[in-house]
């Protein structure tokens, strides 16, 4: 009987990210979900499968990997991608000549780069509004709006929309809400249960978590624009290899265990940093002078593990601090075990006009941290030395 109730009883965030979609294989019981490396499967007769025809279309080794983030995600559905841009130009493709997107200023950089550089040629529109201030979303809405595309946190000003009003919007407009969850991760935030229609990953960042491949998802609940969407995905092809959705699903195991200790890192060092001489500002949703505090607080359950921060002295300074750190490593991406640091205007948001990222707030010295899961110690000493060592 109480082994009954257990079984019934439905399983917490961490023992899911290790569990679902992970029984032990049933030929020989391998604990770890195969790498089914294999483009092809054989059919008993023309058209007459086991459920899997050809690697584009579905593999199941990527079935393992989109069961487990569905669940984490609170989803019914999940679609892997080879890449973030994969799953963002894929989601794109709902749409058609004429109709019209609504986009948060502040996103990652490759994203803007899709918008404007590529889709604007195929016929869609974009407005890009400060959505943490839902009111300038309704302002921009017409009858052509098909989309708010939404990123809370914002990459990389960590600016914070009110993921619930904002969907409110789109759908009293007729339009969907997409939520690019990168940098929270479904541990922090779940925006389909807010309201959203769909939830992107960049998943090379937290959900992978070492930094070692490259990768993405889009989790939903509706079952037709899931079907629509699993179309897109084997029609367009940007699919994941085998290998990388088994690498995807192994540093999804200790999401959990990660997102603590990136948590717990991140907020020293937002602390430390608010009270350096040559820090100008710090931005970093955990501080309670961030300007997206509150309702971060009411929509995640935890503030994650980018900061960013501006030091007196403008880009050179920036510079200057870049090349005397030493424990955290100057590179694109974030969300690994180790600790990065960038300058978003040179490295990942360059391809934004500069007077574009004036608009949205990005200054050119602006400095973005990943902070790792290394020792806390290690890396307030780290930046201490850096910052110390400035003329
Ligand atoms: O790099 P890729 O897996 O294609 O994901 C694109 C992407 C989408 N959304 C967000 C919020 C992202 O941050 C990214 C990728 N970002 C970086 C590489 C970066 O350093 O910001």
């Known amino acids: 009987m109480a082994r009954r109730k257990l079984q019934r009883r439905s399983l917490q965030f961490a023992s899911r990210a290790i569990h679902v979609g992970q029984e032990p294989e049933a030929a020989t019981g391998a604990i770890t979900v195969p790498i089914y490396q ?73 994203t803007y780069r899709l918008f404007r550089r590529v889709l604007q040629d195929f016929g869609l529109t974009f407005s890009f509004v400060e959505t943490s201030n839902v009111k300038g979303i309704e302002r921009v809405m017409t009858r052509h ?109 200790t999401l959990a265990l990660r997102m603590r200790e990136h948590e717990k890192n991140a907020i020293r060092v937002a602390g430390f940093l608010k009270d350096q001489p040559r820090v100008r500002r710090v931005y970093y949703p955990g501080l309670s002078s961030h300007p997206g505090h509150e309702i971060a607080a009411e929509q995640m359950d935890g503030f994650s593990g980018i900061v960013s921060f501006e030091v007196k002295g403008g880009l050179t300074g920036a510079r200057r601090v870049l090349g005397r750190l030493k424990i955290f490593k100057i590179a694109e991406s974030l969300g690994g075990v180790e600790s990065l640091v960038e300058l978003p205007a040179v490295m990942t948001h360059a391809s934004i006009p500069k007077e574009e990222r004036k608009k949205s707030g990005l200054d050119d010295g602006l400095i973005r941290l990943s902070v790792g899961i290394e020792d806390i110690d290690d890396l307030i000493f780290d930046l201490e030395s850096a910052l110390k060592s400035q003329g």
Not at 46 to 75: C, F, I, M
Not at 185 to 209: E, I, M, N
Not at 228 to 241: E, V
């Open 145 to 253: 709006t098909r989309l708010v595309w939404i990123e809370s946190p914002t990459n990389p000003l960590l600016r914070i929309t009110d993921i619930r009003a904002a969907a409110e919007i789109a759908h009293r407009h007729g339009a969907l809400c997409l939520v690019d969850n990168t940098f929270a991760s479904p541990f922090f935030q779940r925006p389909l249960a807010l309201g959203a229609d769909l939830v992107l990953h960049s998943t090379t960042k937290y959900l992978a978590g070492h930094a070692d491949v490259v990768g993405g998802a889009i989790c939903l609940n509706e079952r037709s624009l899931y079907e629509r969407l699993k179309f897109l995905q084997n029609a367009a092809g940007a699919t994941p290899s085998p290998f990388d959705c088994f690498l995807t699903l192994r540093g999804l195991k």
């Open 38 to 110: 294999t483009s092809t499967f054989a059919q008993s007769a023309p058209g007459v499968h086991q459920g899997y025809d050809y690697s584009r279309t579905d593999n199941p080794t990527r079935t393992a990997l989109q069961k487990a983030l569905a669940s984490l995600e609170s989803a019914n559905y999940c679609l892997a991608f080879s890449s973030g841009m994969g799953a963002a130009t894929t989601a794109t493709l709902l749409f058609k000549h004429g109709d019209h997107i609504v986009s948060s200023r502040d996103v990652y950089g490759g």
